[in-house]
């Protein structure tokens, strides 16, 4: 069984420009999370998505969004970026509701200069 | 605020002696709680969990002991092995809010 998968696995932005990361959680799995582990920091929740629909956010400003598809993978978006956004980001998935473990992808690390 | 709460950024053990891995927490919502190994640039792995009506759970050489009436968790890890040395998180769910809390981590280091 194929586990968590994230795309890019590194990107390289601007400030200002916009990112996207893609995440496909493993099969069965309909809940997705998303966090941002800053260099030397913990991991920070930014959202988390059910069935289609934005359950709950983080501490994140509004250019800080996503998506999730009706096959359950799910994007974030990070828009004018800027230079503290460089981060590792990481993804998750779990059963629906189930208040289980959460499974983590190997993340994306985005680098803005 | 930081509802979960790591207070040693990092600790040292001598392989095959226990590893004790403390985290503390301040909302009474949580009713889950996991503990999460990570290495560099990669994402973190599941170690161990227990469920807010258990006090202990074990795995192997991984056991979780939860005191609720202290807020406080921790992870024993018994032996410890070099293998070991990571960042180990713990995480806390949010039974209104489904949200995964974590804390800011304790870097392990297994001495051979």
């Known amino acids: 069984e194929a586990g968590v998968t994230q795309s890019p696995t590194h990107l390289i932005k601007t400030r200002g420009q916009q990112a996207t990361l893609r995440c496909s959680p493993i099969s069965g799995h309909t809940s997705v999370y998303w966090y941002q582990q800053a260099l030397g920091l913990g991991l920070q929740f930014l959202l988390w998505?059910?069935?289609?629909?934005?359950?709950n956010r983080g501490n994140f400003p509004p250019r800080f969004s996503g998506r999730q598809f009706p096959n359950y993978s799910s994007e974030l978006n990070v828009n004018a970026l800027e230079l503290e956004d460089s981060a590792l980001y990481l993804c998750a998935s779990s059963r629906r509701l189930a208040g289980g473990e959460l499974f983590f992808g190997e993340g994306s690390r985005l680098t803005v200069l | 605020d930081q509802q979960v709460k790591q207070n040693s950024p990092s600790l040292s053990v001598q392989e095959g002696r226990i590893s004790i891995l403390n985290c503390d927490y301040t909302n009474s919502m949580f009713d889950y709680f996991l503990w999460y190994k990570k290495y560099p640039a990669e994402g973190p792995t599941f170690l161990i969990s227990?469920?807010?009506?258990?006090d202990k759970n074990e795995d192997g050489r991984f056991t979780v002991f939860l005191n609720k009436s202290a807020k406080h968790l921790s992870l024993h890890i018994v032996p410890s092995q070099p293998g070991d040395s990571a960042v180990y998180f713990c995480?806390?769910?949010?039974?209104?809010?489904?949200?995964?809390?974590f804390g800011t981590g304790t870097r392990l280091k297994v001495l051979a």
């Open positions: 995480a806390a769910k949010d039974s209104g809010t489904y949200k995964y809390i």
């Open positions: 998505y059910d069935e289609g629909e934005e359950r």
């Open positions: 227990i469920s807010s009506i258990k």
